[in-house]
């Protein structure tokens, strides 16, 4: 059973940074693409950004291009989501797993992992 642990959520105000961790145990996850998608209340769950196997190439939804940084430690099998500029509406629950694009969407591939925890990360305007 694979295991995703997602760490380093928290409250920040407006323009500030956090860096998330997902931490994969129990499956080398160095076969596949990563991605990190948010949850708000009352929304459905959407694609934030994915990192290729490699961690060579990276892609980001529109909302946070230039702002968020995806990368991944295949060594540590963990991947990362550094956040800057954070706005009030990247208020959500956080949540990393596989992903894999179909056509210009990605989606992500629960035959690696069911859903995490997800970490909480809160912007104050």
């Known amino acids: 059973q694979v295991q995703l642990v997602e760490s380093g959520g928290g409250l920040v105000q407006a323009g500030g940074s956090l860096r998330l961790s997902c931490a994969a145990s129990g499956r080398t996850f160095s076969n596949y693409a990563m991605g990190w998608f948010r949850q708000s209340p009352g929304k459905e769950r959407e694609f934030v950004a994915a990192?290729?196997?490699?961690?060579?190439?990276?892609y980001y939804a529109d909302s946070v291009k230039g702002r968020f940084t995806i990368s991944r430690d295949n060594a540590k099998n963990t991947v990362y989501l550094r956040m800057n500029s954070l706005k009030p509406e990247d208020t959500a629950l956080y949540y990393c797993?596989?992903?894999?694009?179909?056509?210009?969407?990605?989606?992500?591939?629960?035959?690696?992992?069911?859903w995490g925890q997800g970490t909480q990360v809160t912007v104050s305007s």
């Open positions: 990192v290729d196997w490699s961690g060579v190439f990276t």
């Open positions: 797993n596989a992903a894999r694009k179909s056509g210009s969407k990605w989606n992500v591939y629960l035959d690696f992992a069911s």
